[in-house]
């Protein structure tokens, strides 16, 4: 999900990861990391911040993902 305050002046991503209608992951851009809200979540947020690449990628979806896309 990209949020668009002020047009793109302050962009937000939102990823969450749903199973069940239970909310297991999130990745906020504003935060910067995965955030666990079930057991297995927990385990899966701790995995995804430990991999340097990979989060890297995630912080910089806002500017290839979103901003990319407000026009659309």
């Known amino acids: 999900?990209?949020?668009?305050?002020?047009?793109?002046?302050?962009v937000r991503f939102?990823?969450?990861?749903?199973y069940n209608r239970m909310q297991d992951v999130m990745f906020d851009?504003?935060?910067g990391e995965y955030v666990g809200f079930t057991p297995a979540?927990?385990?899966w947020a701790r995995q995804a911040n430990?991999?340097?690449q990979w989060?890297?990628?995630?912080r910089t979806v806002v500017d290839t993902y979103c901003r990319h896309n407000y026009p659309i």
């Open 50 to 52: 430990s991999n340097p």
């Open 14 to 18: 939102v990823e969450r990861l749903i």
């Open 29 to 31: 851009s504003d935060v």
């Open 41 to 43: 979540g927990e385990k």
């Open 55 to 58: 989060m890297e990628y995630q």
């Open 1 to 10: 999900e990209c949020h668009f305050t002020n047009g793109t002046e302050k």
